[in-house]
């Protein structure tokens, strides 16, 4: 059984860092497409980043160069590094998996891809 649980969220001001984590259970997490992806408040969800089994990552232009996504196999866990955050990074955010594909080589930032959720954690920036 394929299960994602997320942790880590938090309040920060505005240029504060935070470190979400992704707990994966039921699956090799190494083998698929994973991403963070978040929503606020009646907002759609937004693919933050991605990361495909041979480790490459991709973000959103919102993000880039102030967000990390990275990967412990060992731990099965995935983890997204937050700094510089802006009051406009306010959302819930979720981690998730795409099991369509084994090994993919490229990933997805479409959120209709992922079939596997976590529950999500919160991340509130204030000015």
């Known amino acids: 059984q394929v299960q994602l649980v997320e942790s880590g969220g938090g309040s920060v001001q505005a240029g504060g860092s935070l470190k979400l984590s992704c707990a994966a259970y039921?699956?090799?997490?190494?083998?698929?497409?994973m991403g963070w992806f978040r929503q606020a408040p009646g907002k759609e969800r937004e693919g933050v980043a991605t990361?495909?089994?041979?480790?490459?990552?991709r973000y959103s232009d919102s993000v880039k160069g102030r967000f990390t996504i990275s990967q412990d196999n060992d731990k099965n866990s995935l983890y997204l590094q937050m700094n510089s955050l802006k009051p406009e990074d306010t959302a819930m955010y979720y981690c998730a998996a795409d099991l369509s594909f084994f090994n993919p080589t490229w990933c997805s930032p479409s959120p209709p891809r992922y079939k596997y959720w976590g529950q999500g954690t919160q991340v509130t920036v204030s000015s």
């Open positions: 039921g699956y090799a997490m190494s083998s698929y497409c």
């Open positions: 990361i495909d089994s041979t480790g490459t990552t």
